[in-house]
């Protein structure tokens, strides 16, 4: 209850509360209160509203017992996100390259400019190695995929499908003691994680909400995405694959994460509502609105110009200081050696039983703020411990990190981490925000990070103990 | 060249969003699905060289405090009191749509009811009688379609009657239940000495036998806010201060 001596009248609101629950003893009254208001909507609309054709109606049932029916819905929903994978990468693939080779073509120019003038070579490190680079990495590696993911999502979602997935997922989530919304905040949580836990707003229930809360960070968000389309298309599909035949096995390899996602979002709704969220999952209608045609050009247009003014801002906002950062943190001796090969150095003995090294780690932590600066910092922190190589393109990535020792088993282990890892700050800050709860601010970077922990523990153990590496 | 403010309502995925962006000329991304919005936005448009400010709230089914994004829109309502209220329902699914519309009414008469996807509605074969909803809910009714930009003026003019107080709203009032009707009859006189004039007490007297809690809540804060001064006079004494 409130403290005595909030605010004037506080008293006389609740002797007026207890007055009112007095008279409403009995019970059933938001029963006949919405029965009132039904009765009122019904007599209207028999006066108002005449139906001429029945049939017509029926049209969208049709289409909802396939697409939410037993047998074909999971299979349907399935091959719909490994089809929207598949247009991301195989559309995306050329123009990163492109734009990559074309930030490289302005470096080269931006470093002779600061030649002729006789530039420091610190000044040329920070704003051309450091800030340009992590600048540009971010664009080139995130924008294209994020503007074909993101308007496909959104033909999806104006079509009407996603409640139908939420109808679906609703079995699952629903045994995992969770809400059936929580299938639609997910699906937010593809876009942001951030927005993710305002859309959480829809769920009814205190406790249903903060399990979606709590489980969201675990569908990989804008920021992720490209760091997990990146390194399974570099390290988790086999040499041998080419073309067509490539992008599709990077696709499965997609869907095989997401999957996972799934499967710990609902183990963790699951241990949690056993625990410390413990309750009988609430009854809830979800609308299942008619089908539409979604307005494609406008869709595609308005989401992609979204899409790449967020990329473009979070690129300028938070990647080029944290660029700026690592460099300065690469390139300041202590002791012979750079601060950030000291910090790599002091988490690798920690890093390797997880399959990662101290670099990953230290990108991790410096990539709090968001995720999209993991990747670009982790590149920096190589470049600067001595080999450099001159990335022209996407395929130079690689052998950044094959330089740096990295397997398949690292690349595997990066994405798993990415995956289950701590959300990014703004997200926590948003958690913080619509819990008003440190406890479940805290809560909610700790239990992933311990996740992500013990599964790229095992997963290194493992395949180690098997000899797979 | 008042500035008038306009709250959009409505059910989730009536397209209210689309007709925002309409009139407001921003670019909000909308979704086929039932609670896209839940932050409200704000944005401006003129007609007739009135301006207005409007508000997106977020898309609910009831006013009932059932969850966060119900209780912003209630908040809003109430405690905003914007000149216009409009409420945007699908011309499809009328019936369940008209319980909000309903409820709005319940707390303001200074609504305009808005039937959106009424090409939707012509297509599969339903007729809709204007004229008799509006006889009905004592409020001015258009039907429109956002997307295909019908009926866009027309709602705009009927909005314009009711913020300028050129439409004279008789409200329609729903009689419940002999019981509630009397527990209504026995707090509004207690609401009114205590929360004031300011608020419609018959609907507060509602939500209470209700036991609506947040709304107590809300009122509150929102009575506290106006009552700061005044604050400081009544600290420490506690709970003998109002009896």
């Given at each position: 209850?409130?403290s005595?001596?909030?605010?004037k009248g ?102 002779s ?32 995929p ?6 496909v ?40 994680n951030?927005?993710?836990i ?9 406790r ?23 390194l399974?298309s ?52 979800l ?12 869709t595609i ?43 790599a ?76 890892h ?12 619509e ?23 095992a ?11 | ?107 303001t ?14 297509r ?69 000495q205590?929360?004031?004039?300011r ?24 009575m506290?806010?106006k ?17």
């Amino acid at each position: 209850m409130e403290s005595p001596h909030v605010i004037k009248g506080t008293d006389a609101m609740d002797s007026l509360l207890s007055a009112a629950k007095k008279l409403a003893d009995k019970g059933g009254i938001r029963d006949e209160i919405v029965s009132g208001i039904y009765g009122v909507s019904a007599d209207i609309c028999r006066d108002a509203v005449t139906y001429k054709d029945q049939k017509k109606l029926a049209s969208t049932y049709k289409l909802d017992s396939i697409v939410t029916s037993k047998i074909w819905g999971f299979p349907i929903m399935l091959a719909g996100l490994g089809l929207v994978f598949w247009i991301t990468i195989a559309g995306a693939n050329y123009p990163s390259g492109w734009l990559a080779s074309f930030f490289g073509w302005i470096e080269g120019y931006l470093t002779s400019g600061f030649e002729a003038v006789n530039a420091p070579a610190w000044l040329h490190g920070v704003l051309v190695l450091g800030l340009y680079r992590g600048t540009s990495w971010v664009i080139s590696v995130m924008l294209p995929p994020m503007m074909i993911f993101f308007p496909v999502f959104a033909l999806l979602e104006n079509f009407g499908y996603l409640p139908r997935v939420a109808f679906n997922m609703d079995r699952l989530f629903k045994k995992s003691g969770g809400h059936g919304k929580q299938a639609l905040t997910m699906s937010m949580g593809f876009g942001c994680n951030a927005a993710a836990i305002l859309s959480t707003r829809i769920i009814e229930s205190p406790r249903e909400r903060m399990l979606a809360i709590l489980t969201n960070n675990f569908v990989p968000c804008n920021g992720r995405w490209p760091t997990l389309i990146l390194l399974s298309s570099l390290f988790m599909v086999g040499g041998a694959a080419a073309g067509a035949l490539r992008t599709l096995s990077t696709a499965l390899v997609l869907m095989g994460i997401v999957l996972i996602g799934i499967i710990v979002t609902l183990t963790v709704s699951w241990v949690m509502s056993k625990t410390a969220l413990r309750g009988v999952p609430t009854h809830y209608t979800l609308e299942l609105p008619p089908y539409r045609r979604p307005q494609i050009w406008k869709t595609i247009l308005i989401s992609s110009k979204e899409k790449s003014l967020n990329v473009l801002t979070r690129a300028i906002v938070v990647a080029a200081p944290a660029g700026i950062l690592t460099w300065i943190l690469g390139n300041v001796m202590v002791g012979g050696d750079s601060v950030l090969n000291h910090m790599a150095a002091f988490f690798d003995p920690f890093a390797n039983l997880l399959g990662l090294d101290g670099f990953i780690i230290m990108a991790f932590i410096l990539g709090l703020p968001a995720n999209e600066i993991v990747l670009p910092i982790l590149l920096m922190g190589y470049m600067s411990s001595g080999a450099m190589v001159d990335i022209d393109g996407l395929g130079g990535i690689k052998d950044i990190f094959l330089s740096h020792g990295w397997t398949w088993l690292t690349a595997l282990n990066m994405m798993l981490f990415s995956l289950l890892h701590y959300p990014c700050g703004t997200t926590l800050i948003n958690i913080y925000k619509e819990t008003r709860s440190m406890k479940w601010a805290v809560l909610s970077a700790v239990i992933p990070l311990g996740i992500a922990i013990a599964v790229t523990f095992a997963v290194a153990q493992a395949a180690r103990l098997f000899g797979w590496v | 060249m008042n500035q008038y403010t306009v709250a959009f309502a409505g059910n989730p995925n009536t397209g209210k969003s689309t007709l925002f962006n309409l009139l407001t000329g921003l670019r909000q991304h909308t979704g086929n699905w039932a609670g896209k919005t839940v932050i409200t936005a704000e944005g401006e448009f003129t007609h007739n060289k009135h301006t207005y400010r409007a508000v997106d709230l977020p898309g609910t089914y009831s006013l009932y405090s059932n969850s966060a994004d119900e209780e912003a829109a209630r908040d809003y309502i109430i405690f905003e009191e914007p000149d216009v209220t409009l409420v945007v329902l699908d011309a499809t699914s009328l019936e369940r749509n008209l319980n909000l519309a309903l409820q709005v009414l319940e707390i303001t008469g200074r609504a305009v009811i808005c039937v959106n996807l009424i090409d939707e509605a012509r297509r599969l074969g339903i007729d809709i009688n204007l004229k008799a909803i509006s006889k009905r809910l004592g409020v001015p009714v258009a039907a429109i379609s956002a997307r295909g930009k019908i009926g866009i003026e027309a709602l705009l003019d009927q909005i314009e009657r009711v913020a300028t107080g050129a439409f004279t709203a008789q409200p329609l009032r729903i009689s419940y239940s002999d019981e509630i009707e009397q527990g209504i009859a026995e707090l509004i006189p207690m609401v009114e000495q205590i929360v004031g004039s300011r608020y419609p007490a018959r609907w507060i007297a509602l939500r209470l036998l209700d036991g609506d809690d947040s709304l107590l809540h809300s009122l509150k804060t929102h009575m506290g806010r106006k009552n700061i001064i005044g604050t400081k006079e009544v600290v420490g004494h506690g709970v003998t201060a109002c009896h």
